[in-house]
């Protein structure tokens, strides 16, 4: 399955949201979520299904102004 | 004392994290400014860099009270998602609300960012809008529920100082009782001190400090210059005269020769 992780292709097998940040290494990661621009809570992303050309964003602290 | 949303806070400057020249000197900045409020953003993490994580790690030595922004948000829909995942990821209800209209001016979408506000108050955020000196604008803002309002003194980054102080001057008065905060376009204390001498009650800045040559002994000077204008603000400035008034006393003048006797 095709998806576009953070604006890029990427091919998964991943069927959940948080099986994808596992497989992404980010199980315990300081990120948070949206799928298809709209917030996912770190509680829904295990009943969170992905779908082919699923728009994923995944974010993380930055420096900002 | 600065109170936002019934939080106190003895430094009336507020600092962004961005474009020092290493971490350590951000660091230093936050030490030397003595600031309590620091703005963060939100990026995409890369699965190999991982550099959120280690940005993390240095937000909590910083021990400051951290704002998020939506910088970069162009629509009230991406500025809400935005808002809801930073308040998990930093947990914090707060949100600096950035709806941008324009890349050359990066100026507030100002229709964009009511619709925002009007939406993330109702779901519990405490908003802190970044906004231009509109006065209509203002007054939607704090009909949504804003308690806090940021409007910019010149566009972000360019230095500028307070291109629209007397629109600046007219905002303060209209709103008495609301916690303004000067958000972007400082280049220079004096112009921190400007804005406090007006009474506004807080500045927000980050390029400034972050590209001088030596961040750390410009936060200084930052802190020094908002406090300065903040205790000259509460002291009561003079009016500005057209003509020269004598400060000596004029009576008991030697050499004069007083004709009316």
């Known amino acids: 399955m095709q998806i576009l992780l953070n604006g890029e292709l990427h091919a998964t097998d991943a069927k959940t949201l948080s099986e994808l940040c596992a497989r992404l290494g980010f199980a315990e990661a300081r990120i948070a979520t949206a799928v298809n621009g709209s917030f996912i809570a770190a509680s829904s992303r295990e009943a969170t299904k992905l779908a082919e050309a699923d728009e994923i964003e995944i974010l993380a602290p930055r420096q900002g102004g | ?261």
């Not at chain 2, 949303?5 to 230093?28: C, I, M, N, V």
């Not at chain 2, 990066?106 to 619709?115: R, S």
């Open chain 2, 1 to 261: 004392m600065l109170t936002l949303y019934g939080k106190p806070f003895t430094s009336r400057l507020l600092l962004g994290t961005a474009r020092y020249p290493s971490p350590e000197a951000l660091k230093q900045a936050v030490k030397a400014s003595a600031t309590e409020i620091v703005t963060v953003s939100l990026r995409r993490e890369s699965a190999r860099a991982r550099t959120g994580q280690g940005f993390w790690g240095l937000i909590e030595e910083l021990g400051c009270r951290v704002l998020p922004n939506t910088a970069g948000c162009r629509t009230a829909k991406e500025a809400i998602s935005t808002a809801a995942m930073a308040r998990e990821l930093f947990n914090t209800n707060w949100v600096k609300l950035e709806v941008i209209a324009n890349d050359d001016t990066l100026q507030p979408d100002l229709f964009g960012l009511v619709e925002a506000a009007n939406v993330l108050v109702a779901e519990g955020f405490e908003v802190l809008p970044y906004t231009t000196e509109d006065l209509s604008a203002a007054e939607r803002l704090v009909a949504a529920g804003c308690a806090v309002l940021m409007p910019w003194a010149a566009p972000i980054g360019s230095g500028q100082g307070l291109i629209n102080r007397d629109a600046l001057k007219t905002l303060r008065a209209y709103f008495p009782d609301i916690p303004l905060i000067i958000d972007a376009g400082i280049g220079t204390p004096s112009h921190a001190a400007e804005a406090m001498e007006l009474g506004y009650d807080a500045v927000l800045l980050n390029t400034a400090i972050a590209e001088a040559g030596d961040p750390a002994k410009m936060a200084e000077a930052f802190a020094r210059a908002v406090e300065a204008g903040r205790l000259a603000y509460e002291a009561g400035p003079i009016e500005p005269r057209d003509m020269a008034q004598p400060s000596t006393p004029v009576a008991g003048t030697p050499f004069k020769v007083d004709h009316a006797s």
